[in-house]
């Protein structure tokens, strides 16, 4: 059912370093790229898509969210709902996202 009404639109902010992970990221597996550019397309329109399981981080990461690109890839980022940003902060594989 279509309501009509426009969904809030949240800006996505690429950090320095996320942009840099970025570009290494889709170099090594060029076959996500598809993947990648729509999970930040679905972000930016509804970041609590079940599909993104989107969730907070613990420990060293605490104040950070994560959401999936496939089952082993992962951008981590920082929600600010009040002025509806999202500021992307790294991209890789779980361990490389969670443990360098």
Known sequence: MVTGKRKDIFTLVWTDTFSRTARKFLRRHPELSDLFKNTLQLL???????????HPLKGEHQGKHSVRINYECRIVLILKIIDKEIILLDVGSHDEVYYN
């Open 44 to 54: 930016e329109t509804d970041p609590n898509a079940p599909q993104l399981r989107l």
